[in-house]
């Protein structure tokens, strides 16, 4: 069974940091591209950031600079530090795996609150 279990959120001010850490099961991690995505309410589900199995990667325009992707395949983990938060980049934050579009994988999602 895949699960992908997602951890690291909560509420942080603006400015501050997070690490989001995305613990991978069930596949064979190491072939798949790995990405974070974001959904706020009342938006539609974005693309942040993703990892290739060859570690290039590519993010949103909105997040160049202050977050950065990267992934440990002996851990089968992928992390997106966050840096010099804003209070747009609240939302709720999922991990994907994909390889294929029909093989691809979500985590639960887990609630990233920048705020004062």
């Known amino acids: 069974q895949v699960q992908l279990v997602e951890s690291g959120g909560g509420l942080v001010q603006p400015g501050g940091s997070l690490r989001l850490s995305c613990a991978a099961s069930?596949?064979?991690?190491?072939?798949?591209?790995m990405g974070w995505y974001r959904q706020a309410p009342g938006n539609e589900r974005e693309l942040v950031a993703a990892?290739?199995?060859?570690?290039?990667?590519n993010y949103v325009d909105s997040v160049k600079g202050r977050f950065t992707i990267s992934r440990d395949n002996a851990k089968n983990t992928v992390y997106l530090q966050m840096n010099s938060l804003k209070p747009e980049d609240t939302a709720v934050y999922y991990c994907?795996?994909?390889?294929?579009?029909?093989?691809?994988?979500w985590g639960q999602g887990i609630q990233v609150t920048v705020s004062s």
């Open positions: 990892i290739t199995r060859g570690s290039s990667t």
């Open positions: 994907n795996a994909y390889l294929y579009s029909w093989n691809t994988y």
């Open positions: 069930g596949i064979i991690f190491s072939a798949y591209t």
